[in-house]
Nanobody, 122 residues
Framework: VQLQASGGGVVQAGGSLRLSCAAS????????MAWFRQAPGKEREFVAA????????YYTDSVEGRFTISGDMAKNTAYLEMNNLRPEDTAVYYC????????????????WGQGTLVTVSS
């Protein structure tokens, strides 16, 4: 499975961004998708995960109500809509996938995409 993340950029606090993650090499409906992030000087942390059909979704507390994870099977693409961004959301964001959804905070994944940088200015 290959994952290609995009959509990062620079945004002011309170603004929005949408990240995309294009998957190839396996049918999208066989993948559970997730997003992680790694801020400068910090360890990588889980952000959100979604089962392939979207019936199960889990967010880390700090993004609950501000971020939305979604997917488009026709495009084999997962998204992370980020609203009301804060400076502490600044990080490199990584998309990831597993062959089977795990409800809760993922500690790892089967496949990883490259990161896309999100910078939130105050």
């Amino acid at each position: 499975v290959q994952l290609q993340a995009s959509g990062g950029g620079v945004v002011q606090a309170g603004g929005s961004l949408r990240l995309s993650c294009a998957a190839s090499g396996r049918a999208f409906n066989r993948l559970a998708m997730a997003w992680f992030r790694q801020a400068p000087g910090k360890e990588r942390e889980f952000v959100a995960a979604r089962s392939w059909g979207g019936t199960n979704i889990y967010y880390t507390d700090s993004v609950e109500g501000r971020f939305t994870i979604s997917g488009d099977m026709a495009k084999n693409t997962a998204y992370l809509e980020m609203n009301n961004l804060r400076p502490e959301d600044t990080a490199v964001y990584y998309c990831a996938a597993k062959g089977m959804y795990v409800h809760g905070r993922w500690s790892t994944a089967d496949w990883w995409g490259q990161g896309t940088l999100v910078t939130v200015s105050s």
